[in-house]
């Protein structure tokens, strides 16, 4: 099976200054790809764009708030007017507070649905007019193997993650019959900082979620790789 080129294609990745979206980044721009990397930390950003831009990647540093509506509007609508087009937005940007339900804050609560749900609807929300009017297009969203089971002290960030697969699910549906594509990942853990405790020594490495979102993006212009659950290989002294 051979990939499509992604040379030139206009790439919006949401979370993109650290961790799986960082490394989106990266490897999207090493394929030729236009990278719009988009999240809170400028300076982050910046540093993300000077490191493809040394080997011959083009990331643009968009700094943007995904639960801010206007600012997600004016953002999109800037690169359109940049470029024209979009060909892949892949909603990236997610948190999480763990513990028991009724030991969650109502600010824990509100992040986790505003980043993870809200943001994705926003951006989601202004990138498909345009893609309707191209009649082409593909959204990745990374949700995570916590939006397919539960499990305890996860009670908020399953429903969010939850939440959005059932988001992707009708976006499917509503798609399709504009010949764009919607695909979700579903990552267990992965070597990111990500909540309250350190990586695993064995989880997944965001370099290896990033080649499964380039696999989607790259796949032949007949094929859909709707959904890709992946869960690392847990060593022997490791495992219950």
Known sequence: MEFQSLHNKVVLITGASKGIGQAMCLLFAEKGATVYAIARSEELLHKLAEKAKTKGGNIIASPCDVTDSEAVQRLISQ???EKERIDVLINNAGLGHFGP?????ETQWDEMMNVNLKGVFLCTKYVVPH???QQSGHIINISSVAGTVTFPGGGGYCTS??????????LTQELKPHNIK????????VQTYFGQSDPKSYAL?????AYIAYQ??????????????MRPVVPKEYQK
Do not use: W, Y
Not at 161 to 170: H, P, Q, S
Not at 205 to 209: A, H, L, R, T
């Open 79 to 81: 690169i359109v007017r």
């Open 101 to 105: 339900i009724h030991e969650l804050t």
């Open 131 to 133: 893609l309707l009017k």
């Open 161 to 170: 993650k939850f939440g959005l697969m059932a988001f992707t699910d009708v």
């Open 182 to 189: 919607v695909s979700v990942i579903c990552p267990g853990s």
């Open 205 to 209: 490495k965001p370099e290896e979620v």
């Open 216 to 229: 989607m993006a790259a796949a032949p212009e007949g094929v859909i790789m709707n959904q890709v659950i």
